[in-house]
């Protein structure tokens, strides 16, 4: 059964510096998500990317954070300059379509220090 | 604005009894709603949807699901509590229209007594 993944599984890093989250999405998925959770709290939505774009945004997903998708299979999340607050879990979740399932990845830990 | 509400943030039973996780949303839009699970240290996993289509949904490990839209809930039900179901349970729904459109619930900790 195909499956999100996401890589790595756990990174800590320094406060400032930018990390990379790595995601790869369902094949035949459209849209694109990536949450986050910090410890102990809920899931949070950061941004929804479809077609090429940023389809929707929280309030969380500020000019610190970036989206992109490469190439045909990779989906990222780009933290510019890390601060102590961003550590969580971050998941990656992909669907066919909005309002369909969406299926999520592992996760990657994030600890900032 | 759209919001979701988990009314207990921990429910414990006994194994072998019922088990009753709430749901409740606020919305004026039309909403697609979702339960996942997530076990210690794992991901998110669907246990069931609705999307429109018949209200009483099952899902995956004999749960089930009642949307109800006068009363705009959509709680989590599973006759007999089995150990292994302890864990952590989210609420999430998509809305159609409005912003802040997709919204997980603060989570309900499930626990499973002997």
């Known amino acids: 059964e195909p499956e999100v993944t996401q890589t790595p599984s756990h990174q800590v890093t320094q406060m400032g510096q930018e990390v990379i989250l790595r995601c790869v999405p369902i094949?035949?998925?459209?849209?694109f998500y990536w949450y986050r959770q910090i410890l102990g709290q809920k899931v949070e939505f950061l941004v929804s990317f479809y077609n090429n774009e940023i389809s929707e945004k929280s309030e969380i997903f500020d000019d610190q954070f970036s989206v992109e998708r490469p190439d045909g299979s990779n989906f990222t999340l780009k933290i510019r300059s890390t601060k102590l607050e961003d550590s969580a879990m971050y998941f990656c979740a992909s669907s066919v379509d909005r309002i369909e399932t969406q299926y999520f990845g592992p996760g990657t830990r994030l600890l900032v220090l | 604005a759209q919001s979701v509400t988990q009314l207990d943030s921990h429910v414990s039973v006994s194994e072998g009894t019922p088990v009753l996780l709430r749901c409740n949303y606020s919305?004026?839009?039309?909403?697609?709603l979702f339960w996942y699970v997530q076990h210690p240290n794992k991901g998110l996993q669907l246990l069931l949807k609705?999307?429109?289509?018949?209200?009483l949904v099952k899902g995956i490990n004999g749960f089930e699901a009642e949307f109800k839209k006068s009363e705009t809930s959509f709680h989590l039900t599973k006759p007999s509590a089995h150990m292994s179901d302890a864990a952590e349970y989210f609420c999430?729904?998509?809305?159609?229209?409005?912003?802040?459109?997709?919204?997980f619930g603060t989570g309900t900790q499930l626990k499973v007594e002997l």
């Open positions: 609705y999307t429109s289509a018949a209200t």
């Open positions: 094949s035949n998925h459209l849209y």
């Open positions: 919305s004026s839009y039309s909403p697609s």
């Open positions: 999430f729904v998509t809305f159609t229209g409005g912003g802040n459109k997709l919204t």
